[in-house]
């Protein structure tokens, strides 16, 4: 069965301009508000943020072959077991028969806190992967299920904050050299690369987009294993395989 991935460019840029739409009415909600958020957590508190890539998402699970009732996005449906947890919630599931069929993982990130946060989203992303496949390996989601679709996909803003070099200190050992004097988007990219080799996740994406870029939807992204048109290539072509 051939993949279906049409028209995935034009859902990505409605995607981005609901993403920076949405983060701006947060933030006019909360200065208009008693007690505002500080700083930009005022523009994410809404929660709803990468709505629009849960509709490319979709978009694209259905295309190749399973219906919308396999695609879980409710609160209460989206937990599944882990092995150094409890649970974990992921943004969406994707089971069909009770089969496991897809897990996806949606994060974005605006400045000014980039270092910090990049630390913070690296971790978050390994260890979900790790508890995830470790839990798959004990017969968590079943003893015959194939293994899963598991995908992160980053939106990080394009400032200068985020695309300029900047240095690393490590007085007791050497980085490694392909971090040296990159910046947090570079960084993103060789995480999403790296997670990807090491069969952390099927796939993992880094998407860029700067805030005046909120009207037309506009986008970067690599061309490579980390670009978007992989993402949703490689999620159709698993789904359809599944069917």
Request: proline content about 5%; charged content about 25%.
């Amino acid at each position: 069965m051939p993949i279906k991935i049409d028209n995935y460019e034009a859902l990505t840029r409605k995607a981005v301009r609901e993403f920076w739409k949405t983060r701006e009415s947060a933030r006019t909600r909360q200065r208009d508000s008693a007690r505002p958020d500080s700083g930009e957590r005022s523009s994410v508190t809404a929660g709803k943020n990468m709505d629009g890539f849960i509709d490319l998402i979709k978009r694209i699970i259905c295309s190749n072959g399973l219906d919308k009732t396999d695609i879980k996005l409710s609160s209460t449906a989206l937990t599944l077991p882990g092995f150094f947890r409890p649970t974990k919630r992921w943004d969406i599931l994707v089971i069909h028969k009770n089969v496991l069929i897809a897990a996806i993982e949606l994060k974005s990130q605006v400045g000014p806190s980039f270092g910090n946060n990049f630390n913070n989203r690296a971790e978050e992303a390994l260890g979900t992967a790790q508890d995830l496949w470790t839990a798959f390996r004990e017969g968590a989601f079943g003893d015959d299920n194939k293994p899963p679709f598991v995908g992160w996909l980053m939106l990080l803003e394009d400032s200068p904050r985020s695309s300029t070099p900047v240095r690393t200190s490590s007085p007791n050992y050497p980085i490694f050299p392909e971090f040296e004097n990159t910046s947090y988007s570079k960084r993103y990219n060789l995480l999403c690369k790296k997670m990807i080799q090491e069969r952390l996740y099927t796939s993992a994406a880094l998407i860029t987009s700067r805030k005046t870029d909120r009207r037309r939807g506009n986008y970067k992204t690599s061309e490579g294993i980390t670009g978007l048109q992989s993402f949703v290539s490689s999620l159709a072509a698993h789904i359809a395989s599944n069917l």
